[in-house]
């Protein structure tokens, strides 16, 4: 499978916990998204990398969230302090130049 | 603030039957419009852009900036055509999507 590829596919953690996600893209793909979705909501954007490069962040991500793509592949998303309010489907596409992203199959998480 | 809705959380049809689901945004600019679906158990995968102005499986959607308006319509639904569709807007010169909440289509027998 050549798609955009998320680990872990779920994560069950505690209040409180650090939490940290996995995305690897299309190669080739310089540009890579997260988003959050919960149920009933369409995804939500979260930030966007070109390569490297940060260039967008939205002001859902707070403090506690932080994303790197630390050499313009993989891409983590790391959750600190977990809140019940966390819980959410996380999911991340790529895209070359240009506006079509694929999707990843996500990471649900659950913090209880 | 750009947004889009789309009214419609659930819609049901018999095979056969026409289908629109629609889909308002609000964007004072020029955007690219976006139809996603996911099928059961599948990740969310792109159907259409207005500007490719492509028919895919049998779908196609019309931007009318007047009404500001982008509805997704297939003359005879499937039942295949059962899934969750996505309408999404990226505005001019940005790279962030915004999606609506989604309609569940489900297509009788």
């Known amino acids: 499978d050549t798609g955009v590829s998320q680990d872990p596919r779920h994560k069950i953690t505690k209040r409180g916990q650090n939490v940290t996600f996995r995305c690897d893209p299309i190669s080739e793909h310089n540009r890579l998204y997260w988003y959050r979705q919960t149920l009933g909501q369409g995804p939500e954007f979260l930030t966007y990398?070109?390569?490297?490069?940060?260039?967008?962040k939205s002001r859902l991500l707070s403090d506690r969230f932080s994303a790197e793509r630390p050499k313009g592949s993989f891409s983590t998303l790391e959750i600190q302090r977990t809140e019940q309010g966390d819980s959410a489907m996380y999911l991340c596409a790529s895209s070359p130049a240009g506006n079509e992203q694929f999707f990843g199959p996500g990471t649900r998480l659950t913090v209880l | 603030a750009q947004r889009v809705t789309q009214p419609e959380k659930l819609l049901s049809v018999f095979k056969g039957a026409p289908v629109e689901l629609k889909c308002n945004y609000s964007y004072s600019g020029s955007p690219e419009l976006f139809w996603y679906v996911q099928y059961s158990r599948q990740r969310l995968q792109l159907l259409l852009r207005h500007i490719s102005r492509e028919s895919i499986k049998g779908f196609t959607a019309d931007l009318n900036k007047g009404e500001t308006s982008f509805h997704l319509k297939k003359p005879f639904a499937q039942e295949e055509d059962s899934a969750m569709y996505y309408c999404?807007?990226?505005?001019?010169?940005?790279?962030?999507?915004?999606f609506g909440a989604g309609t569940r289509l489900t297509v009788k027998p």
């Open positions: 999404a807007l990226v505005p001019y010169n940005n790279n962030d999507m915004r």
């Open positions: 990398f070109q390569n490297e490069a940060q260039l967008e």
